[in-house]
């Protein structure tokens, strides 16, 4: 048992729909995160956020220990004030954006040292610092182990090298972060694309204990297709009675084909980053509102959606809109696609209750066109 009760409602094949329990509020599963990344879900104030029917959202170690400083949260009053956000936080740890964005960053058993993307300044990342950061400065309610990530494609050895130093690690932030009742603590399965490593850190991780279990090192690079049968096998190495999360992930046909396979959380900034950009995600694949074929298409996104972007507005407008580089147009479609994406995780919720989660994929896949997965940069 974890530090949240974990319960599940109902299960069709491999899929299961629930409700992790939190001090602030229930996470209805399958879930999906939609990133803060510096202490706001860009272009959305946290009400709209609230309407599109999050839950939980996810918040950035690496970028608020650089700015403001995870200290000056702390003196505000911690994330959840900070932001105004009353429901739960989840932080990642931090290592992948050492990795991905910091100028120069150095892994050594103790810790990773990386010079700041945005002044130079030298940092010290620690799997002990991490928990500091996440639990006692942030105030998160779910805190990610940090762990070492690498881009696939990878060798054998590089894989299973950063694996085995990432179970290390786990071990160090369990003990870092101790036993607290309001906080849940994750810890994050590697392996790259290698079952046998899969299967290994599982059983490592398990051996730690953790509130929660993540499948990490997936969405790098990989594909949909090589995604996918990691999935096959990845998710039932993990605690069947404990919440499983896969990082940064990621297209409406991604999550379809994890929640089939037996996830239950995810995150991603695909959906307010294509807003800012143009595209639209709807029950019948992306639409670029930069094309001209909308400049006079007086219908919605989806009339159907309690969204008012989705259903008030219509596309010859969002087409205008993003044509002329208004800031409206970037909240407004930023707005729809986060509601589509609580929509979505909602129809599979109902859908693994009714029993009917194969007839939903069926049907799903048949109008999105699948391509590669997007990681959560």
């Known amino acids: 048992m974890g530090a949240f009760p974990f319960e599940i409602a109902a299960r069709d094949g491999k899929a299961r729909t629930g409700v992790l329990k939190t001090p602030r509020g229930d996470i209805r599963t399958p879930a999906f995160m939609p990133v803060g990344t510096a202490g706001t879900v860009k272009a959305l104030t946290v009400d709209q956020v609230a309407q599109t029917g999050a839950d939980i959202l996810l918040g950035n170690t690496y970028h608020l220990m650089l700015r403001p400083s995870a200290e000056r949260v702390r003196r505000l009053g911690g994330l959840h004030e900070f932001m105004r956000w009353e429901k739960p936080i989840l932080t990642d740890s931090g290592g992948f954006q050492v990795m991905s964005l910091s100028k120069i960053a150095k892994v050594t ?200 972007a989705s259903s008030s507005y219509t596309k010859a407008y969002l087409h205008h809109l993003v044509k002329s580089e208004e800031i409206l147009g970037q909240v407004l479609l930023s707005w729809h696609n986060l509601a589509f994406f609580q929509a979505l995780m909602a129809e599979m919720r109902a859908a693994i209750a009714e029993g009917r989660l194969a007839a939903f994929r069926a049907a799903f896949a048949a109008r999105q066109p699948v391509a590669a997965s997007e990681s959560a940069g």
């Open 109 to 308: 058993e103790e810790a990773v040292t990386f010079q700041s993307h945005i002044d130079g300044s030298r940092h010290v990342l620690s799997p002990e610092r991490s928990m500091e950061i996440q639990a006692d400065l942030l105030g998160s309610d779910i805190v990610m182990q940090l762990d070492e990530l690498v881009a696939l494609p990878a060798t054998p050895q590089a894989a299973a090298d950063a694996m085995r130093r990432s179970a290390r690690w786990g071990q160090r932030s369990k003990r870092a972060f101790g036993t607290r009742e309001a906080q849940a603590l994750f810890g994050i399965q590697q392996g790259g694309v290698d079952e046998a490593l899969r299967r290994e850190s599982a059983a490592r991780l398990q051996e730690i204990g953790f509130d929660g279990y993540a499948i990490g090192g997936l969405a790098v690079g990989e594909g949909h297709q090589a995604m996918c049968e990691v999935l096959d096998y990845a998710p039932s190495m993990l605690p069947d009675d404990r919440p499983r999360y896969l990082m940064g992930v990621g297209k409406p046909i991604d999550l379809v084909e994890a929640v089939w396979r037996g996830v239950d959380m995810f995150d991603c900034v695909l959906p307010t980053r294509s807003g800012r950009h143009g595209q639209a995600w709807t029950w019948n694949g992306a639409v670029n509102l930069k094309n001209a074929r909308f400049a006079e298409d007086a219908t919605p996104l989806d009339p159907e959606s309690a969204c008012p």
